[in-house]
């Protein structure tokens, strides 16, 4: 309801019909932030099962920035092709971006839980500068710009539609959920117990791609959200992640649905992107876990 409520226009007292500004814009709005939350989340639940290491999200795998080196490459090729073929290639660049973080991270040493999230660091920077690069080039700069920041202000029905991709993710989520879990034993043992680890591994990076590039080509990239959310869900819940799956994706959609909020009373009538919003308030709440963590560890 804030969220409907909230916004340049009052719609108890506007010119404009109340009905049609609610259809178009606040309603699709609040649905594509909820949405957008949700798979991030999850995605980034799949991630630290996949890579076994809870300091790891989306955006520390280079899927991101593979996804806008995939939207880059069509909107070069084919700049008239349909919203759902550029989604399809930048979930495919984004597939393969992540495929090179996973087979990089089995070189990382593991007895430094730190060193993985600076190792993805480099790496999403790498393929960061590379879209950077091709950006300046071929003078795409501001699209680049646009899908590094997570903004739901351009947000109208008919623009947010590909995001529901998700809802029908969560449920493919659901079916793998206890092989996800075993996953995060490690491979030893998730073979021991009878499961297909490279399937299944393939099916999880192939869900935090399709999910990520449905985020980004619909309203850009948010850091942290996929980090946050399922550390806090996992601190009170375990790491069953059947059990989990709902809270996560409540708790995902609820956060930047908050942010969105907070980012259009901050400088009202004007808007501070969700990202901007998440990023910082994120990044105080996963400090505070990784205190209290460490306070815990040493008594």
Do not use: C
Request: net charge positive; proline share 4%; charged share 10%.
């Amino acid at each position: 309801m804030a969220s409907l409520l909230t916004g340049a226009t009052n719609l108890f007292d506007s010119p404009l019909d109340r009905s049609m500004v609610l259809a178009v814009s606040r309603l699709p709005r609040t649905m594509a932030a909820l949405l957008a939350g949700a798979g991030l989340a999850l995605a980034g639940v799949v991630i630290q099962q996949t890579m076994r290491n809870r300091l790891v999200e989306p955006g520390l795998t280079g899927t991101p920035e593979s996804a806008m080196i995939g939207l880059l490459g069509v909107t070069l090729i084919a700049p008239g092709a349909a919203l759902l073929t550029k989604m399809s290639v930048a979930a495919l660049a984004a597939l393969l971006g992540t495929a090179g973080f996973f087979a990089l991270s089995t070189r990382v040493p593991r007895h430094d839980p730190m060193l993985l999230p600076i190792v993805g660091l480099i790496y999403g920077g790498i393929l960061g500068a590379a879209a950077l690069f091709i950006a300046w080039t071929t003078d795409l700069v501001q699209f680049v710009g646009i899908w590094q920041t997570g903004d739901f202000s351009g947000v109208l029905r008919g623009r947010y539609e590909l995001l529901w991709l998700i809802a029908a993710l969560a449920g493919l989520l659901w079916l793998f959920a206890d092989r996800l879990t075993i996953l995060g034993l490690g491979e030893d043992q998730a073979r021991s117990l009878g499961l297909n680890y490279r399937q299944t591994v393939l099916a999880g990076l192939a869900i935090v791609a399709m999910a990520v590039a449905v985020v980004v080509v619909t309203v850009g990239s948010m850091p942290f959200v996929g980090l946050v959310v399922p550390n806090i869900v996992s601190r009170f819940r375990g790491d069953n992640l059947r059990d989990n799956l709902g809270l996560v994706a409540v708790a995902g959609g609820g956060f930047v649905l908050a942010s969105d909020v907070i980012g259009r009373l901050v400088r009202w009538p004007y808007e501070i992107p969700a990202a901007t919003i998440f990023a910082i308030a994120g990044a105080a709440i996963f400090l505070g876990l990784l205190g209290n963590r460490k306070a815990r560890a040493h008594g």
